[in-house]
């Protein structure tokens, strides 16, 4: 039985400076590509739009305070960048705008700022190919906009798919008006990552302070919510080929799903006050329409039992640049016992497959 | 690498109902006892009081209507209940009077008939003092009257501990008010057990649905935010030695407790808008104060990761009857490959020592 303790934590972080340096060392013999699926940057303009915009317990990151260094590595899509992930033994990064991106402005702004940011993601990955592909910052704040905008941004610039920062002032995904986004994204064949934010209002205030609150437990609530409320709301009837990816190994999903199952069906024959029947279970949609990261949660016990519940196909190595270690990350993902064709398939494999990356 | 499928849970169902006649036939032959210790039951006056009461959103079991059955077999604390766990293979069942308690009931409603529910289960435990044992249950709307009568309770009547069921009127138990109770569970070495309920407001509205309401998922949600609150509220800072019990494979903190700690770090480094330091880390709390059922999750992934996490002491066998299955879950933990000791700490040494069960 192995006990994860601070120890063995450390123990894990210093093979995983080992294994990263090994790694950057023997880039190019490894039998695999090492492709982080959830990473973060920002473009100028939403970074001086975010200096302007106060929300009471949104928190974001701006030039000034002490989020500047945070800001200066995420603008960075070049030299500083390229050179960490060598150091760290990543060949690709899959940038994602950072949370909570547009999604906490003005409409007309919000749409004009995904098209920039979209325009300086693009461009970086123009200049280093094979070093970065990047998701569409959308506005759901215009349904129609962004759906266009997720058209043009796939299309025209070669990006792999959208970004969602679940919900759009205390809006979720389930409410139909938002669908013309899902009937895009099935149409143009691409997917859609659904990334953390602070809960909505309500939830919010209850899921507060440093352990309650924020990345630590409250994100991975508010988009675990958010993929169920999706689910019921019949979003994977109407758009069954819909793919849907999210972060953090699942959001806790893996984890609950027997659980989600068993209780549906005793809510559905009439326990805790009856449940309307959907057109398949819960865990049908789950296994087909939804994709899981590691960001952030690249541990033993919980990937193992993610793999066990959901298959190794479903499941992509990320990592959540800047806000969590690259280099340790890779490490304790190199030193888990898994075998040659489970490495493959979590680090570039299933990433390739998804988001239809070329190079 | 197992893949949890509904054809496997059925397989599964059956080796459960297999394994579970087994059991029954071979009890006293076993090389422990199955204590089952998240397990159901009402008073009559608090079924009495229940069809009184109403709060949108929260049905409560009566003796009318849909819920008519599962009334009878919660009052039932004799003969069908024994010959229920006669034939799944269940020796003893600690018993927790059914969610939401008395915490649903004007102030002196509910002291006095959480003293009536104690009474009710402590003269079934007289009646059947090696097959059942009971939690007291309090109303945390009165905290002193809540620590007497756990007071009460455990000296006068027996009963091994006291069960909350998450927030009453939607307030949780890290507002000081209520530290009385915990400053008496302390005292008296017994642990509080903490069970799901319907979130509070504000979370309420927004996990609804057959699969993100309710059982499926927000009672889960609304325990480990309840246990985060206590953490950084300080609650174990000021009772080292208190005991907290949560059900549901540990409400998805086992899934989550590396990252909390991760995370927990870099907001008290800055990110994220910063955190207060607390006295210990986050796990430090959770592995110290904190013990785990797997009730309503019996399931081999999910089992493993958190043996792997939390260690083999500090989990428990429990089913939530009669809510789950009984002798499918004792069929799907019997099916796994666990070695002899941990089957023993699982199913009896870990409740005997947790709750001071004797017989």
């Known amino acids: 039985m192995v006990h994860i303790t601070r120890r063995s934590m450390l123990a894990a972080t210093a093979i995983a400076g080992a294994s990263a340096a090994t790694g950057a060392k023997t880039t190019g013999r490894r039998p695999y590509r090492r492709i982080a699926t959830e990473e973060g940057f920002l473009s100028p303009a939403v970074l001086a739009q975010n200096a302007k915009t106060h929300i009471p317990g949104v928190p974001l990151i701006t030039s000034e305070g002490p989020s500047s260094l945070v800001a200066r590595t995420l603008l960075d899509l070049d030299g500083g960048r390229l050179s960490a992930m060598d150091a760290d033994g990543i060949d690709m990064q899959l940038l994602l705008l950072s949370s909570p991106g547009v999604q906490v402005f003005e409409r007309s702004t919000a ?181 899981v990261t590691t960001s952030g949660m690249n541990y033993w016990p919980q990937l193992r039992m993610t793999l066990d519940v959901l298959g190794r196909d479903r499941v992509l190595y990320a990592t959540d640049y800047p806000f969590e270690k690259q280099g340790e990350a890779v ?29």
């Open 111 to 291: 749409v004009a700022l995904a098209a920039d940011a979209n325009d300086y993601a693009a461009a970086a990955c123009k200049r280093h190919p094979t070093r970065f592909a990047a998701l569409a910052a959308i506005a759901p704040q215009d349904p129609a906009a962004a759906a266009r905008e997720l058209e043009r941004a796939t299309r025209t610039l070669g990006l792999k798919g959208g970004i969602i920062n679940s919900h759009t002032f205390d809006h979720y995904l389930d409410e139909q008006s938002f669908w013309p986004i899902f009937e895009a994204a099935e149409a143009l064949d691409v997917p859609i990552y659904i990334h953390p934010r602070e809960p909505a209002t309500g939830m919010r205030e209850i899921m507060s302070g440093p352990v309650a609150g924020g990345p630590a437990w409250a994100y991975g609530v508010e988009v675990g919510t958010h993929i169920l409320k999706l689910i019921s709301a019949g979003v994977f009837d109407r758009f069954p080929k819909l793919r849907i990816v999210v972060g953090h190994m699942g959001e806790a999903l893996p984890f609950w799903l027997p659980r989600i199952d068993n209780r549906y069906v005793a809510m559905r024959a009439g326990m805790f006050g009856g449940a309307k029947p959907m057109q398949r279970m819960p865990s049908d949609y789950i296994r087909e329409n939804l994709w």
């Open 331 to 359: 490490g304790f993902v190199e030193a888990m016992p898994l075998g040659a064709a489970d490495k493959k398939a979590l680090f570039e494999d299933n990433a390739v497959k998804l988001f239809g990356l070329t190079r």
